[in-house]
Every structure is written in structure tokens, then in C-alpha cells.
């Protein structure tokens, strides 16, 4: 029997990113996938890179922030050794607030006391001509970029096998092995494989696996693409109390999206996708016309703060790094950075004590 440095459980981008990184430090390597690599919550994603205060809670922000800075690396890295594209854009978001809603207490607004401030670059109608304004909001500019989740994750898979990364599909792990209190592989319905260490990585299915199982739990978003009128129509990423507008480079617009409470539905619901189409064209009314792409659900991986789950378990060997819920496109480079440092024994370079599995203990 084949027997690996490490397991990682899971073959979204974090899991992706996780295993280039451990193989990165010598560790030979082993995905276990219960699907396809790469086309749940990752494949769903919409891509914002946001790491500004008025879109992430406090606990997070330290890691959002470094995660958002390391993004131009990782994805050259991902480029250079796929040999694939990633849509990277560095456009920037429009944030429309409600001028009766105050910003949150970590907005650090055009009023702060800290100065900073997130004032437009140019006149709205120059930036986005098309954008309907006479709704009584106001637009902040967030300095911030956005990714196609797809690409991202497709690169991931292929930069993991040009790196020797090795990965078995198609059989869902329903359980980590554990000899003498330590963590010795894991099992599906057909086989066992072995190795020193295991890492969760399974989303909004880690739960399901014994033991320790992280308190994750699937929150479905619906959304659509559809194809732009003109190719650069919008520029930058549209967010509003209502929907989100992600534009794409090759002339796509991600809509979306819902968050519900629904287990692991992915069914997309035609009146849904009809409220978010409607709430885009009530934003870019010369959207009405435009061509819808594709409509679907993902599942994100919720836990009960909504903060994610990253270190060592209770199990000697055994790792959890899930429940990113919103954030997992964005916390990939940081969380298999911090990740690798933790299962090799270094000091991590960011604290991620707040985020242990433990914190949900009795």
C-alpha cells in the first residue's frame, strides 16, 4: 500500500493550494476527492478579493488583508506553472451605500477620525456611464481586486499535478484512521490510504467526517452570469444592498447572490434568479436585454461565528482548515501558507489561535 506524507481531504482551492504548498516544503502528497476537483464552492464563487472593512468582520481582518496582498504572487505562481490564464482584475469596486444607513464601526469612511478615506477617483458618470445614480445612495470606491474563481482553480489543479501533487477522485472519505491516538490516513467506501498527516479541507462537507468533526455547515447562494451588451460596459465590481456585479474580461457579469439556510440543496429557483437579474437592471437598466449565460447554486461552508476553522484537532496528525464561508477564494493563499508553516512545525507568520477547532469544544 502507498503510503504519503499528507492527505489532504478536499479539491477546492483551498485544499488545491494547500497541497502545492506542502509539496512546496518536500512532503509528498494526496487529494482525496469525493467529486470532481475543484466544481463546488470554488467553482460557485464569485471572486471578489475584499478585504476592506465594511464586507469583513474585525476577527478576520488581519488575514484578509495579508491573504489580499499575496493574490498578484500566487496567481503568477499559478499561471507559471500551469501554463493557464487567471482573469485578474485590479479595477476596483463601487460600493453604493444607503446615505440613512451609517457605515459600520471598522468603516473607515470619508468622516473617519483616521483620515482614511474611500472617495471616488474620478465622477461616477465618467467611471460607469451606464450606472443609474437617482436612487438616493451614495458610491465609495474600494481599491480592491477580483478573480475568476474558475481559472483560479482549474490552474490550481493543474500547478498541483505539475508538481507531483497526486490526486484520487470520485469516493468521498468517510473517516480519518486513528492508531495509538494519532492520525494514519483515512478510509472510503472502498479503500484505505495511509500517511502521517491528515488535513480537512472538505468545506461545507467536513462535518461529515469523524473524527472532530468541524461544526461546518452548507449556506447555498444562487446566482447567473450573463453576457454583457458591450464588452467593457462595466468596469468595476458593482456592490449594493442588493446584488453584486462582477464583470468579467471576456465580457461576462457574475450576479449574485442569496445565502440560505437550505442543507445541501443546489437547485437554482427561477423566481430567485429572476429577482437578482431584476436587481442588476435596476442598477444597469441597459442590462435588460442582455443574455443570461448560466444560472447556479453553490454550497459555502458556514460555521457558527462565521470564522473559519484552521489548525491542529484534538487528534495528533490531524488538521482542519475549512469553513471560509464567503471568503475561501480569498483566504486560499494565506490559509495553505499559515496551514504548511503549522503541519511542518514552524511558527506560523499570523496568529490563528482565534480560529481553532477548539473554540467550539464544551
Known amino acids: 500500500m502507498n503510503h504519503w506524507d499528507a492527505i489532504v481531504i478536499g479539491a477546492g482551492i483551498i485544499g488545491l493550494s494547500l497541497a502545492i504548498e506542502l509539496r512546496k516544503q518536500g512532503l509528498r502528497v494526496l487529494v482525496v476527492e469525493k467529486g470532481e476537483p475543484g466544481r463546488e464552492a470554488s467553482w460557485a464563487a464569485g471572486g471578489m478579493l475584499s478585504d476592506c472593512p465594511l464586507e469583513t468582520s474585525p476577527g478576520l481582518q488581519e488575514l484578509a488583508t495579508a491573504s489580499a496582498g499575496m493574490y498578484p504572487e500566487f496567481v503568477g505562481e499559478l499561471e507559471s506553472e500551469s501554463g493557464l490564464t487567471?482573469?485578474?482584475?485590479?479595477?476596483?469596486?463601487?460600493?453604493?451605500?444607503?446615505?440613512?444607513?451609517?457605515?459600520?464601526?471598522?468603516?473607515?469612511?470619508?468622516?473617519?477620525?483616521?483620515?482614511?478615506?474611500?472617495?471616488?477617483?474620478?465622477?461616477?458618470?465618467?467611471?460607469?456611464?451606464?450606472?443609474?445614480?437617482?436612487?438616493?445612495?451614495?458610491?465609495?470606491?474600494?481599491?480592491?481586486?477580483?478573480?475568476?474563481?474558475?481559472?483560479?482553480?482549474?490552474?490550481?489543479?493543474?500547478?498541483?499535478?505539475?508538481?507531483?501533487?497526486?490526486?484520487?477522485?470520485?469516493?468521498?472519505?468517510?473517516?480519518?484512521?486513528?492508531?495509538?491516538?494519532?492520525?494514519?490516513?483515512?478510509?472510503?467506501?472502498?479503500?484505505?490510504?495511509?500517511?502521517?498527516?491528515?488535513?480537512?479541507?472538505?468545506?461545507?462537507?467536513?462535518?461529515?467526517?469523524?473524527?472532530?468533526?468541524?461544526?461546518?455547515?452548507?449556506?447555498?447562494?444562487?446566482?447567473?452570469?450573463?453576457?454583457?451588451?458591450?464588452?467593457?460596459?462595466?468596469?468595476?465590481?458593482?456592490?449594493?444592498?442588493?446584488?453584486?456585479?462582477?464583470?468579467?474580461?471576456?465580457?461576462?457579469?457574475?450576479?449574485?447572490a442569496t445565502a440560505e439556510e437550505a442543507g445541501f440543496d443546489k437547485q437554482t429557483v427561477p423566481e430567485t434568479i429572476e429577482r437578482l437579474r431584476r436587481a442588476a437592471i435596476d442598477r444597469v437598466p441597459s442590462l435588460a436585454d442582455a443574455r443570461i449565460q448560466e444560472a447556479w447554486a453553490g454550497l459555502r461552508p458556514g460555521t457558527p461565528d462565521a470564522l473559519p476553522i484552521l489548525g491542529p484537532t484534538t487528534t495528533r496528525g490531524y488538521f482542519v482548515a475549512t469553513g471560509h464561508f464567503r471568503d475561501g477564494i480569498l483566504l486560499a493563499p494565506v490559509t495553505a501558507k499559515i496551514m504548511a508553516q503549522i503541519i511542518t512545525g514552524s511558527a506560523p507568520e499570523l496568529d490563528v489561535t482565534r480560529f481553532s477547532a477548539q473554540r467550539f469544544s464544551p
Not at 483560479?152 to 508538481?163: E, F, G, S
Not at 490510504?193 to 491528515?198: L, R, S
Open 86 to 256: 487567471i482573469d485578474l482584475r485590479s479595477v476596483g469596486t463601487l460600493v453604493f451605500v444607503d446615505r440613512r444607513t451609517e457605515p459600520g464601526p471598522g468603516w473607515a469612511g470619508p468622516n473617519s477620525p483616521t483620515g482614511q478615506g474611500y472617495a471616488l477617483p474620478g465622477p461616477l458618470a465618467e467611471l460607469e456611464p451606464v450606472l443609474r445614480t437617482d436612487d438616493g445612495s451614495t458610491a465609495l470606491y474600494v481599491p480592491e481586486r477580483c478573480v475568476d474563481p474558475r481559472q483560479l482553480t482549474a490552474a490550481a489543479l493543474a500547478a498541483a499535478r505539475h508538481r507531483g501533487v497526486e490526486l484520487s477522485c470520485g469516493e468521498g472519505v468517510l473517516g480519518v484512521e486513528v492508531e495509538n491516538e494519532r492520525a494514519c490516513g483515512v478510509r472510503t467506501r472502498k479503500t484505505r490510504f495511509t500517511a502521517d498527516t491528515v488535513v480537512n479541507c472538505a468545506g461545507a462537507w467536513a462535518q461529515q467526517i469523524a473524527p472532530s468533526r468541524p461544526p461546518t455547515r452548507p449556506v447555498k447562494g444562487q446566482m447567473l452570469a450573463i453576457v454583457m451588451p458591450e464588452k467593457e460596459m462595466v468596469r468595476h465590481v458593482v456592490r449594493t444592498p442588493d446584488v453584486y456585479l462582477i464583470p468579467r474580461s471576456d465580457g461576462r457579469m457574475v450576479i449574485g
